[in-house]
């Protein structure tokens, strides 16, 4: 019994076409042009200003990233 829910990072884009890091369970199925990235990568794309985090500002239950324009 897996008492730890354990989330991975997924690098994909939205429905209306934005390109996102979504935090999904780790028993997610791999989609079509869709990557597992690592929280490092999340956190050097968010440093150097290529992601904002928009965590509890968005309709979705876990963390989430947007990429900027």
């Known amino acids: 019994m ?3 829910r354990r989330k991975k990072l997924l690098l994909t884009t939205s429905s209306c076409g ?3 890091i979504a935090e999904v369970d780790a028993r ?3 989609e ?3 990557y597992f990235v690592s929280e490092d990568f999340v956190q050097v794309n968010v ?3 290529q992601f904002t985090d928009m965590t509890g500002k968005l309709d979705y239950e876990g963390r989430i990233w947007v990429m900027n324009d």
Do not use: F
Request: glycine share 6%; no cysteine; net charge negative.
């Open 28 to 30: 997610h199925p791999e």
């Open 47 to 49: 440093k150097n200003g």
């Open 2 to 4: 897996d008492l730890v």
């Open 18 to 20: 934005d390109v996102i």
């Open 32 to 34: 079509k042009n869709a």
